[in-house]
């Protein structure tokens, strides 16, 4: 198994925080951009997409600010991570994506959340 690398991705978000948080950190939220379906149950969200499913354990979650999540199948210390970022000066939101990917995979990883991002700015108009 090779390692990792983590990276993180910044998007600005024409959104209040309140709204994002919403589509960052419920199932119905996640379900609008991120996969055909989301459930959860406790501290495990089932991802649905084209009907495969992956399940991603809860790591930690606070309101208005971030949510956390590790997929159940990967062995190792990766996580992925959504945050809202709230500059000081301007007061502009941003989301921050933390991920981990294969070295070789990489590219196609960012290219993957580019994709979702997009699809959850297009959902909530910013």
Known sequence: MSDKIEYQLEFPVKSSPKI???????????SEWFADNVNSR???????WDGSEEVAELLSKKAGSHIKFKWEEEEDDTFFELRI?????TKDTA???TDFAEEDELDESKMLWESQIAELLSVIGG
């Open 20 to 30: 994002l948080y919403n589509f960052i950190a419920t199932p119905s939220g996640l």
């Open 42 to 48: 406790g501290d495990s969200y089932t991802f649905i």
């Open 85 to 89: 970022r709230i500059d000081d000066l």
């Open 95 to 97: 989301l921050i994506i």
